[in-house]
Every structure is written in C-alpha cells, then in structure tokens.
C-alpha cells in the first residue's frame, strides 16, 4: 500500500474506473487481513488507535482522491470505498479466502472471530472511513458524478446498519457518529435530493427505513442511567427536529409516499409509551421518552396549519388527519385508563399528555373556524373527524369533574 502512494501520482492521468475496480479489490481483501503478533507490519502503533497497515489504506485512498490528475468521477469510487470499509465498525472482517467486503450492511456468512483488543482496531478504522467518506460528499455534494452514483442513497443505506443495531452495536461510539453522520449529510443534501427529485427515489425509501429503525428499534438496556437515557432521547428528539426543519418544509418536492411514511411514523412516535420496568430515580421520575413523544404530535400540530405554498396542501391535510386520528385514541385511551384506576390517580405524564391533546384540539378548532370564515375550503372529512371528537371530549370531561368531585 505504501507503494502504491508513491506510484500514483504518476500514474494519476491513466487511472481508468477498471484500474479504480481492481484497487478496490486489494483495498478490501487487505483490510480483512487479520491482527496478530505473527504479522508484525499489522500491529497496532503505540499513538495509534489503528495498525500501520490501516493507516497505510487510508493514506492509499486519500492519495486517490487528492491527486490533481485524478478524474472527478472517481471520487464516488473512492467515497464507496469508505463507506464499504465503514461496515468494519459494527461488523466483523470475512474470513481471509471467502468472499470479500461488498454489500453495504450486509452480515457476512464467513467472518472473523476476534478479541475485544482487535475489535476494536476494526472499529477505529471503520469510524474513521466513515467520517472521510462525509468529508468527501460535503466538498462535491453537488457535482454529477456524485449525484448521478447515488452516493447520498450510499451513505444513508451504510448508516442504516449501525443506527438500526443501535445499543446492539460493539462499540456505542459507533451508532452515536452515525448519527451525527445522518443529519450532516441530510442538512447538506437535501437541497440537491429536492431539485433533482428523479433522481433521488432510492434515497428517500432508504432515509425512511432508517429513521424508523433507530426511532423504533433496539430499546435502551436497563443497566443506563437517568442522565444517559435523557440525552439519548434528546437524541431521538433531534432526529424529529430534522424531519420538522428540513423535510417537510419541502414536502412539494419529496415523494408523497416518504411523506405518508413520515406521518406514520410521527403519529406512533406520539404515543407516551412507559419503560417495560419503571425507570426511578431521586430527582423526578419520567416516562420513556416523554419529550420525543411531546415532539412528535407538536410537528403534526404545527404541519396541519402549515400553508407555505399552493403546493403544500397534501402535507397540511394529511398531518391535519393524523394528529385527529391521534387525539381521539389519546381521549380514548384516557377514558380507559380513568375507568380501571379507580380512586388511584393517572401518573403524572397522562394527566400531562391530555392537558396538551386538549389545548391542541382548542387550536385546532380555532384554526378550522378562521379558515372558514375566510372562505378556505376545509375537507369534509376533516369536519367529520373534528365533529366526532365532541362525543369522547364530553366523556373526558365527565371523568375529570368526576375525579375532581372524590377529592
């Protein structure tokens, strides 16, 4: 590999996408060559989290990619080859003599059997690939050959894996860069992937499974403390505030079908879900990721009065039905609850959630009366859906003077 650095550069002019292939390949099979006192050019350098041989592929692959002779289009290449040697953070090296690195995410049939000393070798450089593959699509994000590849849709597939494995993942640094990763590339590509909507397709199917996969995948183990699953939810939370300030503004030009998806997931997202074992503590006592759930019916609330644009109706109806579909279990539920307590009152957080439902169903109707009586058409369906909240929000009522009238 170290020739290779100082061969290039005069090669660099030549260098076809055959000759990027073949690289590729010995970039891979020598990535998975394994870490032992046997192999002394493979041990680990004493101020280096990675082995000179890692260091020495890096080097090869920034070489590449900052040679001045080298063609633009290369640097997809050299970005997939990051993002392929990124699966190293979270999955094991193959077995030297089966089938190398490939597939993004894909769990490999054959794969090495290491120590926690050498795993963790295999995830520094898969973190650091990670990041330089970032770098590389924040310099060219709007050139074609970086477009045209779907390099976007290739990171956001890579990131998919670690954030989907989440506490599963070997190392927990690896699923916390992977998210700073994903809003980063979002923030910076979401402009591009609205322009040029065609394409983008594939990215936004992959954006929606990933976003659902790590809102809605591996739940935090018993043994976190308070403060870590407080900042892991505000992490939760951040990735709402990215669906509520980067895409849904732009829903115009994203496909209706990740839209739907958005709302599905805002909409069970919103659901004050408790921990399986109650989570205690000598300050406050909190339900599972009561902010995120907070977070997600405020977007719904705020997108079903959203009208920036003749184009954004879709959006703004089909928020509007979500967040009624929303507050009627909500009251339901509430109902429920209230019947099988008996004269032990609802935890803290109920009562809080159906003082919000409340005050959002009043601007809500409020907003619906405005419209009407500036002529703004309102579906229809949404009138049954406002009309047949009166019904349950008598019943609530009751149950609350009811409560009130026992103490």
Request: hydrophobic share 40%.
């Amino acid at each position: 590999m170290r020739i290779f650095t100082l061969i290039y550069p005069r090669v660099a002019s030549r260098f076809t996408r055959e000759d990027m292939m073949n690289f590729s390949k010995v970039v891979r099979g020598v990535a998975a060559v394994p870490i032992g006192p046997d192999l002394p050019f493979v041990l680990s350098a004493q101020d280096s989290r990675l082995t000179p041989l890692q260091s020495s592929i890096l080097t090869a692959l920034e070489c590449v990619d900052q040679c001045p002779d080298t063609e633009m289009s290369l640097a997809a290449h050299i970005v997939m080859e990051y993002l392929v040697l990124g699966t190293l953070s979270y999955l094991p090296p193959p077995v030297l003599g089966t089938p190398a690195l490939d597939l993004l995410g894909k769990k490999l049939a054959h794969q090495t059997r290491m120590s926690k000393s050498e795993e963790s070798v295999y995830i520094a450089l898969g973190e650091q690939c990670i990041s330089s593959a970032v770098e590389i699509y924040r310099a060219r994000k709007t050139e074609d050959s970086i477009i045209k590849t779907h390099v976007m849709e290739n990171i956001v597939k890579m990131l998919r894996g670690p954030l989907g494995l989440k506490y599963s993942c070997p190392s927990q640094s690896t699923w916390l860069l992977c998210h700073s990763t994903l809003l980063s590339v979002i923030e910076e590509g979401v402009d591009a992937a609205c322009d040029r909507a065609s394409e983008f397709e594939g990215m936004w199917i992959e954006l929606g499974k990933c976003i659902e996969e790590f809102l809605f995948g591996d739940q935090p183990p018993m043994n976190l403390t308070y403060e870590e699953r407080m900042a892991h939810e505000q992490l939760d939370v951040k990735m709402i505030r990215l669906i509520q300030e980067q895409i849904l503004p732009r829903a115009s030009h994203t496909p209706s079908s990740f839209i739907s998806h958005v709302m599905t997931l805002l909409n069970r997202g919103s659901v004050h879900a408790t921990s399986p074992q109650p989570l205690t503590t000598a300050i406050n006592t909190l339900p599972l990721r009561e902010q995120f759930a907070k977070s997600c019916f405020e977007t719904l609330l705020q997108f079903s009065f959203y009208k920036a644009s003749s184009s954004s109706g879709d959006v703004s109806k089909l928020a509007l039905g979500t967040l009624l579909k929303r507050c009627q279990e909500v009251l339901q539920n509430y109902v429920k609850d209230e019947k099988l307590s008996g004269r032990c009152p609802l935890p803290r957080s109920r009562m809080a959630e159906i003082a919000f439902v409340m005050r959002a169903i009043s601007s809500l109707i409020g907003s619906l009366q405005a419209r009407r009586d500036h002529m703004t058409h309102i579906d229809v369906e949404v009138w049954d859906h406002v009309v047949g909240l009166y019904l349950i929000l008598s019943t609530v009522l009751l149950a609350i003077l009811t409560r009130c009238g026992t103490h």
